[in-house]
């Protein structure tokens, strides 16, 4: 099973593709997509397409994005929910499930703790999936961590995807 992990952004969102096979878990591919625009309306058509285009290459067979819990900025929080909203309706549309999850169930799901710094969640990732360090920015390792998180629910509970 192939497991797209997302950290929305509205500049930046990290995505990491994890194949699921008997337990195991091996890193496909990660990387980021960069939305270069400066207009509000026109970042979401360019996270739209680059997303678009992301799912037909690499054809998940699960989404597992990272829920907006809390953001000191409003503007920012409003921001990154509009591209997460455009991410879950693409991915929804392309008949993809989606799973959701919290900041500490990802960090809980990595690291073990709930309240984990970025570099522990970094140090943990590279350790589940057997790859050295991962030479990326957070928003990567986050969404590596959020398709772990997914994997590990998958094996444990029977899941309401939505």
């Known amino acids: 099973m ?10 930046r969102i990290g995505f990491g593709l994890i194949e ?4 195991n878990l091996k890193l496909i591919k990660c990387g980021l997509l960069k939305i270069k625009s400066q207009d509000k309306g026109q970042r979401l058509i360019e ?7 992301l799912l ?3 054809r998940p067979d699960l989404i597992s ?3 907006l819990f809390f953001m000191k900025n409003m503007k920012t929080a409003l921001e990154v929910a509009q ?4 991410l879950t309706l693409i991915s929804l549309q392309s008949k993809i499930p989606v799973l959701e999850f919290s900041p500490s169930e990802i960090k809980v799901a990595a690291t073990g703790y709930g309240l984990a710094d970025k570099k522990s969640v ?17 928003d990567v390792t ?7 998180c997914a994997a590990n629910h998958l094996r444990t509970k029977v899941v309401n995807l939505i």
């Open 20 to 23: 699921k096979n008997k337990g």
């Open 142 to 148: 986050d969404a590596l961590a959020t398709a772990i």
């Open 56 to 58: 037909k290459i690499r």
């Open 122 to 138: 970094g140090k943990m990732v590279s350790k589940i999936l057997k790859i050295d360090k991962i030479d990326k920015p957070d």
């Open 47 to 53: 996270a739209a397409e680059s997303f678009s285009r």
């Open 83 to 86: 591209t997460r909203g455009v």
């Open 2 to 11: 192939l497991i797209l992990g997302i950290d929305p952004g509205s500049t």
């Open 65 to 67: 994005i990272e829920k």
